[in-house]
């Protein structure tokens, strides 16, 4: 269950006042767009620079919507450069790391 963060309502907050990841219903991942040139913000920044993402004094960092990333592999935050998950375009093809530990026949 999310709640709607006090200053400003673009910002989903979860009951450890951090911005929320997975949207629910659903679990899908969640990104955040702030600034007059609409970056993207993943969570975990959006939690770490909580008070400017919250408020109208920074323009580069007050967040102005939020959305669920449904099919794009790669969004990426423009902060930190993470990689945002999508709920539908994930790679499904194993990776190496899982061919050596399954073996290989």
Not at 4 to 18: C, M, S, V
Not at 49 to 61: F, H, I, R, V
Request: with cysteine.
């Amino acid at each position: 269950m999310s709640t709607l963060h006090p200053d400003n309502p673009a910002i989903l907050l979860d009951h450890k006042g951090e911005a929320v990841a997975y949207a629910w219903p659903g679990g899908y991942p969640v990104y955040y767009v702030a600034g007059r040139d609409c970056v993207i913000l993943c969570p975990g920044c959006v939690t770490a620079n909580l008070d400017q993402c919250a408020g109208p004094e920074d323009d580069q960092w007050t967040v102005i919507a939020h959305g669920a990333n449904w099919e794009n592999p790669a969004l990426r935050c423009d902060h930190c450069g993470g990689r945002i998950e999508s709920a539908y375009a994930e790679d499904d093809t194993p990776t190496t790391l899982t061919l050596i530990e399954g073996g290989l026949s």
